[in-house]
């Protein structure tokens, strides 16, 4: 007998949470929610509560009618444990090619549950996001064409403290909750003694709230037929589609998300066609995760400057073409900026290749400790147990990051060394976007510590976003490498064998002591200290880290 759920209507508080979740179950081509609160804010509550609302479906293979479920995707899990793999058991016995459901069919009308996504392997939030897109779930490797229906409510939660979703991903959740734990104290009562008696005898509680559990489903059918036939008027679209532009928000996916809420928001109520309202009650849902302008903010009339920590990350150049700059836009840098890439004569990109090939050499040339089943099969049919197991090849990192560290202080302007650092990180970048590789970038000036680029893969054309930016201050240098540590703590628990290139470009004028701090990667000092009396500082940094030291005073 499964453990009882907490009855969803019995939650106190959250309205925005439950609104997400009730329009999610609705329409499913929303594509998910994601939550992010500290712990203590009922957002596992309302998850499993919600898997109680959903009604009967047939099984994604066959025609019985079962229940919702409750399934949560642990952190550990593969890609074979989610979509499906071959079945060894019918396999061994029959000697026949058989697939064998993962957590994606059994979730299959259900709620499918992520902890700490923000935790999760990239690539496994890519594919939770494909089949709850689309609703099918297909498969095919190790020999194997399968498809099957996996539609089902996606709900992934956070706690910021751990790290963020990184941009990219965030937007594919159709909606975004921010909850809060901070109850009023009459609220903070109200949700003991409700625990208090679910504890105490969960079945009687269950039945104090078994009415408005059956209200709540019949509302969520009834939407559901009625979604079918609400209209939006081509206005109200408009006013979608104006209200996402002034958000700035990147691409037509809030558009459509915000459209598809609004639907379903009408349908909620059992209205005929979208209203104001309905857009009104959507649009944080749909915006919170993807606005890059507050409605109180102007529009800028001016070439925006590098983007603050707190806000959605780097707004990317323009990368529609895949042509090498001409003459005219290497022609429209400033006569110095010009010079100063020129005369740069840091080997960065034969460093950077050296490394990645020798590193890629090693990942290629051995094998992982996962048995490559099929092949192990195939090669020993008919006999079994097999004379020898055949092993999965290590393929090469899935990422590789190149984490920047640049001196934004101002002792870094004399010499022009803060104009040069800008040209070194423009090699970098540009080394790395050949490769298809990531990039960050932290400041560190003015006493404090910005994240500048958030991780994205590195963009073609940098240049005229690093000439806006600006250095001044003091120059916070212990505390840019406990961010620095700290963030990459955060990717490492996401992805154990994250392969990560840091660079720091200081002139090293800084009172501050590096000693205990171990970033774990391959560690680049570039040293922008040019002036004609030099402290060396930067020299005894890279000696005290353990780090390769490179200079730009021949540049």
């Not at 004609?532 to 021949?554: C, D, M, P």
Request: aromatic share 6%; hydrophobic share 35%; charged share 25%.
């Amino acid at each position: 007998m499964s453990k009882p759920h907490f009855p969803f209507t019995a939650v106190c508080g959250q309205a925005q949470f439950k609104l997400a979740l009730i329009l999610t179950a609705i329409n499913p081509a929303i594509g998910g929610v994601v939550i992010s609160g500290p712990r203590g804010s009922a957002k596992s509550t309302l998850a499993r509560g919600m898997a109680d609302l959903l009604p009967d479906h047939l099984q994604a293979e066959g025609d019985d009618l079962v229940a919702a479920e409750f399934v949560t995707l642990p952190l550990g899990a593969s890609e074979e444990m989610l979509l499906g793999t071959l079945d060894l058991e019918q396999v061994l016995n029959d000697k026949k090619m058989q697939f064998s459901p993962g957590l994606l069919s059994k979730a299959h009308g259900g709620v499918l549950y992520v902890d700490e996504v923000n935790l999760l392997p990239d690539n496994l939030v890519d594919l939770l996001l494909d089949v709850s897109t689309s609703g099918v779930n297909r498969v095919e490797r190790d020999g194997i064409s399968h498809s099957h229906r996996s539609e089902f409510l996606l709900v992934g939660t956070m706690n910021p403290d751990e790290g963020e979703l990184r941009p990219q991903l965030h937007d594919r959740f159709g909606f975004s909750v921010n909850l809060s734990n901070h109850y009023a104290p009459l609220e903070r009562v109200e949700i003991v003694k409700r625990r208090e008696q679910f504890d105490r005898n969960s079945e009687a509680f269950i039945a104090e709230y078994a009415d408005q559990q059956t209200e709540l489903v019949d509302q969520i059918l009834a939407a559901r037929e009625k979604l079918q036939t609400v209209t939006c008027s081509d206005e109200l679209r408009l006013d979608i589609a104006e209200r996402c532009a002034q958000a700035q928000v990147d691409g037509l996916r809030a558009d459509i998300v915000w459209y598809r809420a609004a639907l379903t928001h009408a349908a909620l109520n059992q209205q005929a066609e979208v209203t104001k309202q309905n857009i009104d009650v959507v649009e944080e849902l749909v915006l919170a995760h993807r606005r890059k302008v507050t409605p109180e903010q102007n529009p800028p009339q001016q070439p925006p400057t590098p983007p603050k920590q707190d806000q959605q990350g780097f707004k990317r150049p323009d990368d529609s073409h895949r042509q090498q700059p001409d003459e005219g836009e290497w022609g429209a840098m400033k006569p110095q900026q010009q010079t100063t890439a020129e005369k740069t004569s840091l080997d960065l990109p034969d460093l950077m290749t050296h490394n990645h090939e020798k590193q890629g050499i090693k990942q290629i040339s051995e094998l992982s400790s996962r048995p490559d089943w099929f092949k192990t099969l195939m090669s020993n049919l008919p006999n079994w147990p097999p004379k020898s197991l055949q092993f999965k090849k290590q393929g090469k990192s899935a990422d590789r990051l190149h984490l920047v560290l640049l001196d934004t202080s101002a002792s870094t302007l004399q010499a022009q060394g803060f104009a040069y650092a800008k040209a070194a990180v423009l090699q970098i970048s540009e080394q790395a976007y050949l490769n298809r590789e990531q990039i960050a970038l932290f400041g560190f000036g003015n006493t404090e510590v910005k994240n500048l680029l958030s991780r994205i893969r590195a963009p073609k054309e940098l240049r005229s976003w690093l000439d806006q930016l600006g250095a001044g201050g003091g120059t916070p240098m212990r505390e840019a490498f406990v961010e620095a540590r700290t963030y990459l703590q955060q990717l490492r628990k996401q992805q154990p064998e994250l392969d990560v290139a840091i660079y720091v470009l200081s002139d090293g004028r800084s009172s501050s002591s590096l000693n205990g701090i171990d970033l774990g990667g391959d560690l680049i000092w570039i040293d922008t200290e040019l002036s004609q009396v030099k402290r060396g500082k930067g020299r005894r940094f890279a000696h005290e880290l353990n780090a390769t030291y490179l200079s730009l005073s021949g540049a």
